[in-house]
């Protein structure tokens, strides 16, 4: 039997988020899974005939300097980037390397700590880079913030400027102080990752409120008369306002004689003008507060990777199941109360349930893939995920390219969905 073309790798990846709090790129971090060399030839063929021209760009990053090395020397694919590390910029043997990959037409990436990256900003003309935030950096960025921009330190002969530097990525942002710094005054090329656990402590034991944006579009595409399927994709976008709402027409006071599981079954027996009676009384408290954009939209990835991961012709009800199960999967985080308690709310199939709260049910193993495949830090336990879970690695794969490649977000208040919702 042939091996198929990524299973000698595993991929995981990391959204980058821009000033409006969309997604401008995705960071691919590619694990070579044995130490036999990366066939290079399907890899590139992959993303050259599977990654959309018009989708958010790549970031490839690899765990493997020999890995990187030779993507370095291959032909560069349309709408990528590659990440190379500081320590192979310091090689003067791998400098004509890096000069003559340039001039191939590779577009690199300088990476490592932002307070090391001006010597080479100054030798290298338009060089970017995945600038590295370090806790010095972060407090003297956020106390130019707190001034207003530029100050004169006490005892010092000139002004203070912040670190963040126009035109980068910057990765490790622990706050939504530096992120809005870097993205709304320093016009910062985008954040890698988002500062999720800062943003929902600061939250304290406040529940994150419904999406309002989300709320208007579910209005806007039931005014234009749109298929059910496309207001269920609308829907959820936002793990909260499906939660609520299944909580609704499961409630007493609506008086149904049978149990509605799904968003799909809620949305046949509520009915549009019900429907959108409810979000407008929803509309008025719900949050317009953008900084939870990339938080919604992350765990919206994961669940779309959960679907895709099913393949197109799974049964309905199965892909139900495993979108409620990615949707839920990190509701305790947004309603600041236990999972067991907030399901147990909700009549879900035990397959759900099981899966969600004892982490012992038939879509343990998407959640389990979707989880190490938005966490770099963890790709190289993907092959014993995959194994776990009964998918190949090409497989899963070749899912995060489609998520990735369908991952652009629309500027406008309409949205189309894509295939995995």
Known sequence: MMPSDLDDIAFAFEPVWDRSRRICASRLTIHAVHDKPVDLV??????????????????????????????????????????????????????????????????????????????????????????????DDALLALQVAAQGGEFTA????????????????????????????CLDKRQAWGVVGWPEDELLSAKAHQAVPMDQRVALQVMQAMEAEVPIQTVEALLVQDPVMVYRLLRLVNSAAFGLTHEVESVRHALM?????????????????????????????????????????????????????????????????????PLPELLNQLPLSSRVFNSLVRHDGPYVAYLDTARVMSNPLDVADMPAICERGGFSLDEANRAVIELLGTAREPVGQTFTPQRGL
């Open 154 to 181: 006490a005892g010092a002969s000139s002004r203070v400027e912040s670190p963040i530097l126009a035109g980068h990525l910057y990765q490790g942002v622990s706050s939504r102080a530096l992120a809005d710094h």
């Open 42 to 135: 399907r890899l590139l063929g992959v993303l050259t005939e599977d990654f959309p021209a018009d989708a958010p760009p790549l970031l490839l990053t690899t765990t493997s300097p020999p890995l990187l090395v030779a993507l370095l020397k291959q032909a560069p694919v349309r709408n990528t980037w590659l990440e190379v590390p500081e320590f192979i910029w310091a090689k003067p043997e791998a400098l004509e390397l890096l000069l003559k990959a340039r001039r191939f037409g590779h577009q690199l990436l300088w990476h490592g700590p932002l307070a090391h990256f001006e010597p080479y900003a100054k030798k290298f003309q338009g060089l970017r880079g995945v600038l590295e935030v370090s806790v």
């Open 269 to 337: 027996m509520l009915g549009y003008n019900q429907l959108r009676t409810w979000l407008m009384g929803v509309y008025k408290t719900a949050s317009t507060d953008k900084s939870l954009h990339p938080l919604r939209h992350a765990m919206l990835m994961r669940t779309r990777l959960m679907r895709l991961l099913l393949g197109p012709n799974s049964d309905e009800e199965l892909k139900g199941e495993v979108q409620l199960a990615g949707v839920f999967s990190q509701l305790d985080r947004l309603l600041k109360e």
